[in-house]
């Protein structure tokens, strides 16, 4: 059996450990108890973090507890979140299951809310909604066949002609 003061009790608790605030000696801290570090999900960090999410935004990331590096936020769901099905999802709304489909969500039919995430993190979102994909070499009338979004600036700001769209599906 081994001790770790530095774990999460989250970390302890995804290498099946004991966490506790007191020792065997009856000495306040915070002391994880487990027989061997066995991460199954992401050992970064000298922690085990149960989710590996794209972000470019290391100050969200560490806001919500999270360890950010090359990109990833590698964090546990926080009870601020949604833990549906092994996934966290950063929002809950009552949308379609079609418009829950489009922000590529877990649309529960019991409750009739759509779960989600931010997943725009190469992409646009308008009207709450996200289109991953993104064309410079796209007319504004074939944008508008295949159902993207077109626009004269891209998400970072730079000018040009810009279509954003959720698959291409030309329909015509």
């Known amino acids: 059996m081994y001790v770790e003061s530095s774990y999460t009790v ?3 608790a ?3 450990g004991f966490f506790t605030v007191h020792n065997t000696q009856g000495e306040s801290g915070r002391f994880c108890y487990y027989l061997q570090f066995n991460c199954t999900y992401y050992s970064i960090n000298n922690q085990c973090y149960r989710f590996k999410t794209v972000t470019n935004d290391k100050t969200e990331c560490s806001s919500n507890g999270g360890y950010y590096q090359h990109g990833y936020c590698y964090n546990h769901c926080p009870t601020s979140k949604y833990l549906i099905n092994e996934t966290c999802y950063d929002f809950r709304s009552a949308y379609t299951p079609q418009k ?3 922000n590529r969500g877990y649309f529960n039919e019991k409750e ?3 779960y989600y995430s931010e997943n725009c993190v ?3 979102t308008i009207n709450q909604t ?3 994909f993104a064309d410079s070499g796209y007319t504004a009338a074939t944008c ?3 159902g993207g979004h077109f626009t004269t600036s891209n998400n970072r700001g730079q000018s040009g002609q810009f279509c954003y769209y959720i698959q291409f599906n030309c329909s015509l």
């Open 122 to 124: 190469s992409g646009y």
């Open 144 to 146: 508008t066949n295949i």
């Open 10 to 12: 989250s970390t302890c």
């Open 100 to 102: 829950c489909k489009e």
């Open 130 to 132: 996200c289109y991953p």
């Open 14 to 16: 995804n290498i099946g």
């Open 112 to 114: 009739n809310y759509c």
